[in-house]
């Protein structure tokens, strides 16, 4: 083998070695991110079941006060 063939491979050799450290911490940073967007995506889920929650006490509260309104409207009308 020539000088120049071992020149080639031997920056070809340093070339797929930086390459594979490149992938490896894209990898991670890959990892992170999935992490990452499974925690908001719990905390996602959790704030929808309080949102539904909190709407279901509003529509409770608003029929309660429809309804003493209508009491009111009547012991006005008496």
């Not at 999935?34 to 608003?62: I, P």
Request: glycine share 4%; proline share 0%; hydrophobic share 50%.
């Amino acid at each position: 083998m020539s000088d120049a063939q071992a020149d080639v491979i031997a920056t070809l050799a340093t070339e797929v070695a930086e390459l594979r450290d490149q992938l490896a911490e894209t990898q991670e940073l890959l990892i992170e991110t999935a992490v990452d967007a499974g925690q908001l995506h719990a905390e996602l889920e959790a704030m929808r079941e309080e949102l539904a929650v909190m709407q279901a006490e509003r529509n409770a509260w608003r029929a309660e006060v429809e309804r003493l309104g209508g009491v009111v409207e009547l012991r006005r009308q008496a």
